[in-house]
């Protein structure tokens, strides 16, 4: 029983149902917060208004932004890899949720702008940190024939008798160097703006692309973009996340030497598979605070706007709405946070559990930010109010990093072997 001298209200932190936090992450979300709301937002609005080539140019306010999020120093690579799994399971969650309550596309592009620079720090190798561990990167894994494809590491998705395609990106070895032709997707988060990219592409050791099971050979390469043979395409002009720039890269014959290969033909889809499994649950929890973000709006709105001779909240059909939102942020939270503490506890990592949290948490989103836009009302459909941005950024989120439907099939494959596996079937 817990004992009660009188009913109180509630006490509700930042992100609502919080439970016990230490004095060191209250000062964290804190200053992830202020930054979200005194620095994210007003740049996210301009640059979703934005033309997108104008978005990447020399006087767009990206830059703003990203040197105001280093000089800010809430992104420490070198302080979040010197901390423990628990640290890390508890603290990367409390800052992300903040960045994307702020703006999911600025967050996610900031993300992945540090993936080279990770992946290099990860391998040890001086010179690699050197050459990458400055330089803005991207992740570039989809390819325009391999996008679903890609996600279905094991192909236990292909259609009876078939099996994934070429895809349009191949690297072979040449002179103790790494050689690379193709074209990536036109999806390559932060393409436009990077000056590296973490590359995973199909690799022909001589004997062709494929594994005998009908998988790809696959590698981890890290590139830079001042190399001969290297080029992009023209920034993407798409519906939702419109802060984060993307696009293609082209590869022309460039060569990189062989060290720049990170992850070889036998480790190339487990560190990609790495890559997603931490993608995955960044978005889990960054879509709880686009959510949130969404949530916050309606509650302050519906305090606000009269009808019916009173605010709309007084109606209890509101009020209704309104705590399903509430119950459905609270859920996404409590989905993100199990996800982070498996992986980062005892039995993870694994892409399964960051794939529940992020096709839960975005789908989710997506209810959340249509109530909350249908709250608004018409004035819910307009930009002079924020609730469409959301509702655009969190139907992107979908399809971002695996789409749902595909996460989902690939989740339940491991379910099944699983279960096969410890019921001896
Ligand atoms: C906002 C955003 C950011 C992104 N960032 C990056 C990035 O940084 N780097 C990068 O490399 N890529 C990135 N992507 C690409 C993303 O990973 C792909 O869009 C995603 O994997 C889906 O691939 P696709 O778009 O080619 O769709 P497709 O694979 O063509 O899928 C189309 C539809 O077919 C269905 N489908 C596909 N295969 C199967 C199957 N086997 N069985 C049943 N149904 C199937 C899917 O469910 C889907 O509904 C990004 C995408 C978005 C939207």
Redesign the pocket.
Known sequence: MFEFEQVPLPKLGITGLEGAMSEEELAIQDVAHRFAEEVMRPIAEKLDKMDHEAAVAEDSPIWEFLDKLEQSGLVDLAAIAGMTNEEKSRIIPIIFEELAWGDSGLA?GYI?SKFPAFAAYHTGDPELIERFGHLRG?????QPD???????IEAT???PGERQGRGNLVARIEDGEVVINGQ??A????APIAESTLLYCQFDDGNGIYNDDGTHKYIGVLVPFDIPGVSKGKPLD?M??RA?C?GEIYFDNARVPLKYMIADMDKGYPSFFGALTFGNMEMGISFTGVARAAYDHALAYVHERKQGGTELINHQGVRARLFKMHQKVEACRAMAKRAFEYNYGPNGPHLLASATSKTFVTDTCVEVCSEALQLFGGNGLTREYPLEKLFRDAR??Q????????LG?KSASWLSKVYKDKNGL
């Open positions: 996610m992945v991207c992740w570039a894994a989809t391999r996008g679903s494809d890609l996600v279905d998705e292909c259609h990536t997707s999806w390559v988060s932060g798409k939702g996340m984060l993307q992107a989120a399809i971002a990093d695996g789409e749902n439907n595909v099939m």
